[in-house]
């Protein structure tokens, strides 16, 4: 029970040791190696997650929670397969799983199994009585997602509005309906969703770099040398230095080939 109230205000890891404790007392309690393996998530701590759910389904095989937990240990680490196994193994269970259906959505998305993908996302949208606003727009988001990704644009559109319908200041809502938007070849709205994006989170790297392809495709070249520049100081700053080389070398070739031509630069 104090381990329960050290989860809920958030401190993992003395609520680690109390359940160390209460399973020295008793290695037979179910609730406890749940407990332990929710824990093991926040703490990015997968193998000891993996372990404990495992544990925790041998002591008692029908604890849906448990399953969930397990198959995001194992999304998390990973090993697609057996988090599909275990929300398979949830959803049998409980055909109302919205979580279930949306986690083994995203592992089929994972896999680039877009149909399978689609057709969970479908099936947790049946049952969204009890999500909040912004967690319904992250499924609208990712069903939005695989769609653009086997180039069924309209819908993925649809599903992008959809999503800022319920939650308005999602930036990666606004950031994948500019994507969507590009493919079409609607680029003034795209041009407004990536600033609307990156009004949203500065550091948006990828914001800023396709804004900067389209300002340039647009000749408003100084705008595009500006977003190539934040977009490669964002990739060093996450640590994606792959990236940020590209992106400065794109930036440098722009302004070689601007210094070489009579252009005048627009912002």
Not at 223 to 235: M, T, V, Y
Request: include cysteine.
């Amino acid at each position: 029970s104090q381990a329960i109230e050290q989860i809920q205000h958030q401190h993992y890891s003395q609520a680690l040791q109390t359940l160390n404790q209460a399973l020295k007392l008793d290695n037979t309690l179910a609730e406890a190696y749940g407990d332990r393996c929710f824990i093991s998530i926040q703490l990015g701590n997968y193998s000891q997650a993996i372990q404990d759910c495992l544990h925790a389904t041998q002591l008692q095989p029908h604890n849906n929670n448990t399953y969930l937990n397990l198959g995001i240990a194992y999304y998390r680490s990973g090993d697609l397969t057996d988090a599909i196994a275990a929300y398979d193994h949830l959803i049998e269970h409980q055909a109302d799983a919205v979580l279930g259906y949306y986690n083994r959505g995203l592992a089929y998305s994972e896999l680039q199994n877009y149909t399978n993908a689609i057709a969970d996302y479908n099936q947790a949208l049946n049952y969204t009585q009890s999500l909040e606003p912004s967690q319904l727009a992250e499924i609208y988001i990712d069903r939005g997602v695989a769609y653009l990704m086997i180039d069924q644009i309209p819908d993925a559109i649809a599903n992008f509005t959809e999503a800022l319908h319920h939650d308005a200041s999602n930036p990666r809502a606004h950031y994948n309906h500019a994507c969507a938007c590009s493919r079409q070849g609607n680029t003034h709205t795209a041009l407004q969703e990536f600033t609307t994006t990156l009004h949203l989170n500065p550091n948006h790297a990828l914001a800023h770099f396709n804004r900067a392809m389209l300002r340039q495709q647009q000749g408003l070249y100084a705008g595009a040398i500006a977003d190539l520049k934040a977009a490669c100081q964002c990739f060093t700053n996450q640590g994606n230095l792959a990236a940020s080389r590209h992106t400065l070398a794109l930036m440098e070739k722009l302004q070689q080939w601007l210094l070489s031509t009579e252009i005048q630069i627009i912002a």
